[in-house]
């Protein structure tokens, strides 16, 4: 006997991403204009760092603005985007009486942001979010995509969701107060969609890293619409990630391992630095960027203070190991995104822009940019 | 500055329940046609009961067709409903080398089923899953719906999210091989069902409940089709549980007090049969339901081996305090569902199924039907 259970549905996931200086009013006046409904509990959430920066002032004004409104803070640092630290969220948003009624405000990085999306995502089943990145690597990578994860010793970013954020804040203001080395960690994302989609922002990059790291109004607001509009555009062809949207992950297959291998001495932006290195370096090796380029991307990434090497510390057989953690592995086969000189990608097949790479490939190359 | 995300999409989650006996090589035989696209690595989740029954023989089959399969046992008993266990899935079919590109089959009742869809549903950020579902609870509970959770210290099912299999299979002959008080717990999903959507089905249990517990063919299939029909109907009317959906959760707010109170010495369908008790009682005071029909109501839960007193050894102050970790609690209110007589539910405004219940008013009755 059958019994057919039809489940088909139209889902708006549609939202905003709002660019500027000094948002906190913004979010406020959202809220209170019914962005997440009739919501009044919110459980904001933050990292050690921010807290003191934006999290208390934010969390102030909500609370004079009428809402309920209470803070949860997670240690600092890559290390926070963990099981047990969602976990933590939960349990401390239970105890505060916090229900599925309930609405979560990220306001931090991109760790904030991803584990902040995850708890909401399933906490009573799921309850609305919005995204409030103080950093450019949020900006660049939290803002666009729905894509929201946690460590685990075994593997980065494999146990997750795509959930989508009601609104994102994307306040330029807050990169004043980010150290020099995460800005530029931040940084390497912008690159890389430069080097996946963008020719002109490249060069524009070339020309104004300088400004960029001295926070210059212009060029700020420039890399902050460029990066959504090139990832918006890859994750609006693709939203589940089978074909087209693997582009996002250039430089990440190496980069990701390296980030783990470090033990997270090395920030996300700087191993995603070195693994862009590894895959133009194999990439000219196959013909698909002239080494002309490859200096290009190498200068470039210098200049905006990121490492282009693998750290001495890190062995490479250990680091090819933890290469088949990575998420596009098929077949146990490691496979890469490659960009196609720069502003493109190499596509090998129908939606298909992922190459089977040997491990003595990206091998000899790893030694090579071994310091 | 603002940027638009544009986000709208149509989403098919429709599947099928296919109910019968022997359904294991109709399994196999769907997974080898396609049901999970070319995947072939499967996750085959069960519990230390459920593996010597009938996963063990599942997985060897899926082997034998092809599939590279392996086995992941949790052990027997709602305390594996964890954040914990979900874990252990994770790291050991991560150590196993399981990666996005695998599929989950979970062999069992409604523990197996929930943990294992919210593990499928957010490993990889998403892979598919089917259900094989062992029990009758699972049958009436965790075949449509969509809803996987796991349990934490402080809440029941507040941990989770809505995931749709991709089809669901109700095999009658293993509730022969289910501890006779394991079919009972069952039933009091079934009797649920009939109580708020059916009021045939409702006499129909009363003249045909001996049949049913006896394994019967024709009233054990009859059960299964009507539970997923009843559910089926509420759930495609109100997918997220926005009102219509509550109530799906009649008897469930003292149950789940009650279930996490016993600490799981009654099992799940036991501690709804006592919940359903306590609304109806309550209900009877309010005047939602005769005298006569609460007295037909207890008797059909006591006929089909249900407990129908809260447990001596629950303090009736800690059950109420439990109470307010119902997932229906309003600005921290308790709310209750009613069933109006047999059959039918009590509207009490335009898309709300919950009414206001006074801590009080509910303690009366817990004492009352206190052992």
């Not at 088909?8 to 939202?15: A, G």
């Not at 803002?143 to 929201?148: A, D, I, P």
């Not at 330029?172 to 890389?192: F, Q």
């Not at 104004?208 to 959504?228: D, F, G, R, S």
Request: aromatic content about 8%; overall charge negative.
């Amino acid at each position: 006997m059958e019994f057919r259970c039809e489940l088909v549905r139209t889902v708006d996931d549609s939202y905003d991403i709002e660019i500027g200086r000094k948002l906190e009013s913004k979010l406020v006046s959202d809220l209170k204009n019914g962005l997440l409904g009739k919501r009044k509990r919110l459980a904001v959430i933050t990292d050690s760092n921010v807290k003191e920066l934006y999290a208390g002032s934010i969390t102030a004004m909500l609370t004079e603005a009428g809402f309920s409104a209470e803070m949860f803070v997670i240690p600092a640092g890559e290390k926070s985007k963990t099981r047990e630290m969602k976990e933590f969220l939960e349990d401390s948003m239970l105890e505060k009486g916090f229900r599925r009624d309930c609405a979560v405000v990220a306001v931090g990085g991109g760790v904030v942001t991803d584990l902040a999306g995850f708890t909401a995502g399933t906490f009573g089943r799921g309850v609305p979010f919005v995204n409030y990145a103080t950093t450019l690597l949020a900006a660049a990578d939290a803002s666009v995509g729905g894509k929201t994860a946690v460590d685990t010793p075994l593997a980065t970013n494999l146990i997750g969701m795509f959930n989508q954020p009601k609104k994102v804040y994307i306040d330029i203001e807050c990169w004043k107060t980010l150290p020099k080395r995460e800005l530029s960690s931040g940084l390497a994302e912008t690159v890389k969609h430069a080097c996946l989609g963008d020719e002109e922002m490249f060069s524009y990059l070339e020309e104004h890293i300088a400004e960029i790291l001295e926070n210059k109004a212009e060029p700020c607001e420039y890399i902050a619409e460029k990066n959504c509009g090139i990832k918006y555009s890859v994750v609006m062809k693709d939203e589940r990630e089978s074909g087209l949207r693997e582009i996002l992950n250039l430089g990440h297959t190496v980069g990701r391992a390296i980030e783990t291998c470090s033990d997270y001495r090395l920030l996300h932006g700087e191993a995603v630095s070195i693994g862009l290195v590894a895959q133009a370096r194999l990439g000219q090796e196959l013909g698909f960027i002239s080494k002309e380029n490859v200096g290009r991307l190498e200068r470039l990434l210098q200049n905006a203070g990121l490492p282009i090497r693998v750290p001495g510390y890190i062995q490479i057989p250990e680091l090819l190991k933890k290469l088949y953690t990575d998420k596009k592995v098929r077949d146990s086969r490691l496979r890469f995104v490659f960009q196609k000189e720069i502003g493109d990608v190499m596509q090998f097949s129908e939606n298909n822009y992922g190459r089977p790479v040997s491990e003595s490939e990206i091998a000899a190359v790893l030694e090579k940019i071994a310091e």
